[in-house]
């Protein structure tokens, strides 16, 4: 198996200026868009409830310590 060079010759290539630029409107070859990028998906909207409620209490129950150690001292 022999693998050749998988670029486009520039000289074959339509759309090229000389010297292998791009002419203003032109997409490059081989350039895709951003519309091609990934699969689509949702993205996550924000924190679950009980990992927040979860993380709230403890939030609340170590305040609460140290201002009953700050009133008893």
């Known amino acids: ?5 998988p670029d486009p010759d520039p ?3 339509p759309g090229l ?10 997409t490059p070859p081989a350039e895709g868009s951003t ?3 990934g699969p689509r998906h949702e993205p996550p909207h924000g924190w679950a409830k009980w990992p927040l ?3 709230l209490t ?3 129950l170590v305040a609460a310590f140290f ?6 001292l």
Do not use: K
């Not at 198996?1 to 060079?5: A, E, H, I, Q, V």
């Not at 201002?67 to 008893?72: P, R, T």
């Open 1 to 5: 198996m022999s693998t050749g060079n």
């Open 11 to 13: 000289r074959n290539t």
């Open 17 to 26: 200026e000389p010297g292998g630029g791009v002419p203003p409107g032109e």
């Open 35 to 37: 519309s091609e990028a």
């Open 53 to 55: 409620i979860a993380i």
């Open 58 to 60: 403890v939030v609340v």
């Open 67 to 72: 201002l009953v150690y700050a009133l008893l």
